[in-house]
């Protein structure tokens, strides 16, 4: 594969349509990344997060993401079992990437993590909420967590009020989704065991 295609898909954020991007894009290492934030150089005032080798801009959050961002953490954090920690908004560090997903859910205790960010071996599902961001959340994010082998991902769709689940990664993608309604309940499962469920009209704003 070439630079250029490369570098195509990575920018767009669905993986079935390719764009023209220069093919002199520097990507970044992981190492990299870290490196500029230890010097200051990016901060935690930089709305940026880095996506398959480069600095892709966060979406600005409305007040109904930052609602759901909360109930969705909220309702996990009453499941989730001892030895297992809900974060929002916090890194995961990826082969090529270090995304800031809006809930996830890691193995261990805060002390676990104060020389690293969890990685994909920690954590047993992660959480978007997509508005404007719903094409990427469904393209380029979800790709990276696939190729990551985390197992579960979910998309609380607020366009559609609607929760997608995704699981079983393979290669770039994830073989099994559904899709649920406000009247539906969606199960948690960490570590490969349910844990409990989750009504989706407590997770929507």
């Given at each position: 594969m070439n630079s250029m295609t490369t570098a195509a898909r990575a920018?767009?954020?669905?993986?079935?349509?390719?764009?023209?991007?220069?093919?002199?894009?520097?990507?970044?290492?992981?190492?990299?990344?870290?490196?500029?934030?230890?010097a200051g150089i990016l901060t935690t005032d930089d709305p940026v997060e880095l996506l398959d080798g480069y600095l892709v801009a966060k979406m600005p959050?409305?007040?109904?993401?930052?609602?759901?961002?909360?109930?969705?953490?909220?309702?996990?954090?009453?499941?989730?079992?001892?030895?297992w920690l809900v974060h929002a908004q916090e890194p995961v560090t990826l082969a090529s990437s270090?995304?800031?997903?809006?809930?996830?859910?890691?193995?261990?205790?805060?002390r676990h993590y104060l020389d690293r960010h969890p990685g994909p071996r920690d954590v047993a599902l992660v959480v978007e909420v997509a508005d404007a961001s719903l094409r990427k959340d469904r393209g380029?994010?979800?790709?990276?967590?696939?190729?990551?082998?985390?197992?579960?991902?979910?998309?609380?769709?607020?366009?559609?009020?609607?929760?997608?689940?995704?699981?079983?990664?393979?290669?770039s993608d994830y073989r099994q989704k559904q899709e649920y309604g406000p009247d539906d309940e969606v199960a948690v499962v960490v570590g490969g065991v349910e844990v409990g469920r989750v009504a989706v009209r407590d997770v929507l704003p």
């Open positions: 920018l767009d954020p669905d993986v079935s349509h390719a764009v023209d991007v220069p093919a002199d894009l520097w990507r970044l290492g992981v190492d990299q990344y870290h490196a500029m934030v230890e959050k409305n007040p109904s993401h930052t609602a759901a961002t909360y109930l969705v953490r909220k309702a996990l954090e009453r499941l989730v079992p001892s030895g270090e995304p800031e997903p809006d809930v996830l859910v890691v193995r261990g205790e805060p380029l994010k979800k790709r990276l967590y696939a190729e990551a082998g985390i197992a579960l991902y979910w998309v609380v769709n607020l366009v559609d009020r609607r929760l997608e689940t995704y699981a079983e990664p393979s290669g």
